[in-house]
């Protein structure tokens, strides 16, 4: 008999289902970026920038579909929306933050997402902050 002990694994978990962001293949804030540089409207544009829309709009749909799922726990990361805001507008907001903080590129894109969608959307402060 010898002297080593082999560890006894449990049954394996199967890899964790890719989150919807995922599913749309963007995942840097400069790829974010490029795929909402000419907004999130695809009837408006040529085949290439349209099928690019359609990713960021998806992207976008995806997002959001995470923050009900999974909201943050973290107060910093809340978001605070109010009224209605379009697709079209959130692409806009992505395209001109992203395109003064070039250091998000390389970023997950749900930090430029959520970067954006805060400055131009603060949170009330609470009282004592």
Not at 37 to 56: I, W
């Amino acid at each position: 008999m010898s002297g080593t002990v082999q560890a006894q694994s449990g049954p394996s978990l199967p890899p964790p289902a890719p989150s919807p962001m995922d599913q749309t293949g963007v995942r840097t804030a400069g790829e974010l970026l490029q795929t909402c540089r000419h907004g999130a409207r695809p009837d408006e544009l040529g085949p290439e920038d349209a099928s690019k829309a359609r990713v960021c709009k998806a992207y976008m749909v995806a997002f959001f579909q995470n923050e009900v799922a999974n909201p943050p726990l973290d107060a910093g990361s809340r978001l605070c929306l109010m009224g209605d805001i379009s697709f079209n507008r959130m692409a806009e907001m992505v395209r001109d933050y992203g395109d003064v903080r070039p250091e998000l590129n390389g970023a997950p894109a749900d930090q430029l997402m959520r970067a954006s969608l805060q400055a131009n959307y603060p949170c009330p402060q609470q009282p004592g902050n």
